[in-house]
């Protein structure tokens, strides 16, 4: 199968790019299962796969010449939607405005995100084993890994949690906002800023746990698959994705933090961090993630998916 990956950025991600590294593994994946992948993505990539840039509309018909499926990662403006006549599928990265509608051929990041969208498919995202590793031992400290300048990532939740249970935390998706910077600091707190993905490894594989008290419905939560693939356990909310992604052998999940005590009780909790990675590497593995999309595709040339 010829299978052209669309996604108008710079490839691979040099910091964060949930969608970027699910783009590259992707593609990857496809590969190993026979496939003739191609993507299609943003001048000065080196996604490791073929690639062409897309810099005007001929160089997305030349892309697509003899495509048996294009998959999107983002949606395309309708004058290049028209120059493409071949099965679309459009994976959906995250959460739609109120009012926001998408295509049929629109696929999700979990049941719950494909359920609140009025849609029915969807596939985990997936990692690779081999980029973390998981340390036996734990030190003595908990992460939060989030963009800190969200509000519904809830940093000051996590704060309020590590203070209250008494608990070292450190702190690393960015450098805002500037008071949560500073509260960091009094409360004795490491921040990190921006990681790479060397530090975050590194951060993720001896932390005792991953604080995740989201106020929102998180789509999927990649970095909750990157701390159980660490052996870190996830303590997050029970919104969005959540009770899709947390198993039992892999964390807790929790009303979000408005009382902060069950939070600091679920901390006594012990995991074993090779249960906790063997979960996630069994169930959000990206061959796996490979597997379910080209079952799509087939159903989709069939005309048997929409």
Request: proline share 7%; net charge neutral; glycine share 8%.
């Given at each position: 199968?010829?299978?052209?990956?669309?996604?108008?950025?710079?490839?691979?991600?040099?910091?964060?790019?949930g969608?970027?590294?699910?783009t590259?593994?992707?593609?990857?994946?496809?590969q190993?299962?026979?496939?003739?992948?191609?993507?299609?993505?943003?001048?000065?990539s080196?996604?490791?796969?073929?690639?062409?840039?897309?810099?005007?509309?001929?160089?997305l018909?030349?892309?697509?010449?003899?495509?048996?499926?294009?998959?999107?990662?983002?949606?395309?403006?309708?004058?290049?939607l028209?120059?493409?006549?071949?099965?679309?599928?459009?994976?959906v990265?995250?959460?739609?405005?109120?009012?926001?509608?998408?295509?049929?051929?629109?696929?999700?990041?979990?049941?719950n995100?494909?359920?609140?969208?009025?849609?029915?498919?969807?596939?985990?995202?997936?990692?690779?084993?081999?980029?973390?590793?998981?340390?036996?031992?734990?030190?003595?400290?908990?992460?939060?890994?989030?963009k800190?300048?969200?509000?519904?990532?809830?940093?000051?939740?996590?704060?309020?949690i590590?203070?209250?249970a008494?608990?070292?935390?450190?702190?690393a998706?960015g450098?805002?906002?500037?008071w949560?910077?500073?509260?960091?600091?009094?409360?004795?707190?490491?921040?990190h800023?921006?990681?790479?993905?060397?530090a975050?490894?590194?951060?993720?594989?001896?932390?005792?746990g991953?604080?995740?008290?989201?106020?929102?419905?998180?789509?999927?939560?990649?970095?909750?698959?990157?701390?159980?693939?660490?052996?870190?356990?996830?303590?997050?909310?029970?919104?969005?994705?959540?009770?899709?992604?947390?198993?039992?052998?892999?964390?807790?999940?929790l009303?979000?933090?408005?009382?902060?005590e069950?939070?600091?009780?679920?901390?006594k909790?012990?995991?074993?961090?090779?249960?906790?990675?063997?979960?996630?590497?069994?169930r959000?593995?990206?061959?796996?993630?490979?597997?379910?999309?080209?079952?799509?595709?087939?159903r989709l040339?069939?005309?048997?998916?929409?």
């Amino acid at each position: 199968m010829r299978i052209i990956i669309i996604h108008q950025v710079r490839l691979p991600a040099t910091h964060y790019g949930g969608s970027e590294r699910i783009t590259a593994l992707l593609a990857r994946g496809l590969q190993a299962l026979g496939h003739d992948v191609t993507i299609v993505c943003a001048e000065g990539s080196i996604p490791g796969v073929p690639c062409v840039a897309l810099d005007s509309a001929d160089a997305l018909d030349y892309a697509c010449r003899n495509a048996d499926i294009v998959h999107l990662m983002a949606p395309l403006s309708p004058e290049l939607l028209q120059r493409i006549h071949v099965p679309l599928l459009l994976t959906v990265h995250g959460n739609g405005k109120p009012g926001e509608e998408y295509p049929p051929y629109a696929v999700f990041l979990s049941k719950n995100h494909a359920l609140r969208h009025g849609h029915t498919h969807f596939v985990y995202n997936g990692l690779d084993p081999d980029a973390f590793v998981m340390a036996q031992e734990r030190q003595n400290y908990y992460a939060f890994l989030s963009k800190t300048s969200w509000r519904v990532k809830n940093l000051s939740g996590a704060m309020a949690i590590a203070r209250q249970a008494g608990v070292s935390l450190h702190i690393a998706g960015g450098n805002r906002p500037l008071w949560a910077h500073l509260r960091a600091k009094l409360s004795g707190f490491v921040w990190h800023g921006p990681v790479d993905d060397s530090a975050k490894k590194d951060l993720l594989s001896h932390a005792r746990g991953l604080l995740f008290p989201i106020l929102w419905e998180e789509p999927f939560g990649l970095v909750m698959v990157e701390a159980m693939m660490s052996g870190c356990p996830v303590f997050a909310s029970r919104l969005g994705s959540v009770p899709e992604i947390v198993g039992p052998d892999a964390g807790c999940i929790l009303d979000p933090p408005g009382d902060y005590e069950p939070w600091v009780q679920v901390l006594k909790k012990k995991f074993d961090p090779l249960k906790c990675r063997t979960y996630a590497v069994d169930r959000f593995h990206y061959m796996q993630m490979a597997r379910q999309y080209d079952v799509l595709y087939r159903r989709l040339m069939a005309g048997s998916l929409f």
